[in-house]
């Protein structure tokens, strides 16, 4: 079956680093997105993992272990901006996405 | 700017209606998806398509129809066997295969009336 697991809600402080785990299970593995949701909005893309390893973009960074059929998304220097959902998502296939429930940030001065 | 419009912004709908949720884009993308997202679950996929004249039906096409008559547009309709419809409509489109992600447009809100 299909299984994208995050957490469901995480607390942070300005200026802190946070790191938001999502482990997977699923038929097929063509890579795994991270989108950033804010409340009402729509999903905008943070990053994208096929290989194993670590990817930076500024203050962001995704984690991929695919042996381990996990990831993880690193928000370093944490802005109040930054409170939003997190989506997890895998891509099966050529095209299809499998989101994760997403994990609601919510960064406090 | 390039990018994915979803018109209305809210739309109620009356018991027993079909209502046509709108998604145009710009981008050139071959690719086009419907997603419903409800409070506290993640966005599940009701119908995508990958070409003009053709479309797939994703995991909760039930009580959904769609056409794909043009690239840029991408209909929705809400039919009356869809028993539980409030929820927040989001499409997206993608160039297609690959490590391209896939964009979205700001979403529509049904309600029930």
């Known amino acids: 079956g299909q299984n994208i697991d995050q957490p469901t809600e995480m607390t942070a402080t300005e200026g802190a680093i946070v790191q938001i785990n999502c482990t997977y299970q699923t038929s097929g593995f063509n890579g795994l997105f991270w989108y950033q949701q804010h409340a009402g909005e729509a999903p905008t893309f943070l990053s994208y993992?096929?290989?194993?390893g670590l990817e930076e973009k500024g203050r962001f960074s995704s984690f991929l272990s695919r042996s381990k059929g996990y990831s993880y998304l690193l928000l370093k220097e944490l802005q109040m901006k930054d409170s939003a959902s997190y989506l997890c998502?895998?891509?099966?296939?050529?095209?299809?996405?499998?989101f994760g429930t997403g994990t609601r940030l919510q960064v406090f001065p | 700017d390039g990018g994915i419009t979803q018109s209305p912004k809210y739309l109620f709908r009356k018991e027993g209606q079909n209502v046509t949720l709108s998604c145009e884009q710009n981008l050139n993308h071959d690719a086009m998806y419907w997603y419903r997202q409800d409070p506290g679950q993640g966005l599940r996929l009701i119908y995508y398509?990958?070409?003009?004249?053709?479309?797939q039906k994703g995991d909760i096409a039930e009580g959904y129809s769609v056409s794909r008559e043009k690239k840029e547009s991408f209909p929705l309709t809400v039919t009356s066997a869809q028993k539980n419809p409030t929820a927040f409509y989001l499409c997206?489109?993608?160039?297609?295969?690959?490590?391209?992600?896939?964009?979205f447009g700001d979403g529509t809100r049904l309600s029930i009336l």
């Open positions: 993992n096929v290989l194993d």
């Open positions: 398509s990958q070409i003009v004249n053709d479309f």
């Open positions: 998502a895998v891509r099966e296939g050529t095209d299809k996405l499998i």
């Open positions: 997206a489109s993608s160039k297609g295969q690959g490590t391209r992600p896939q964009h």
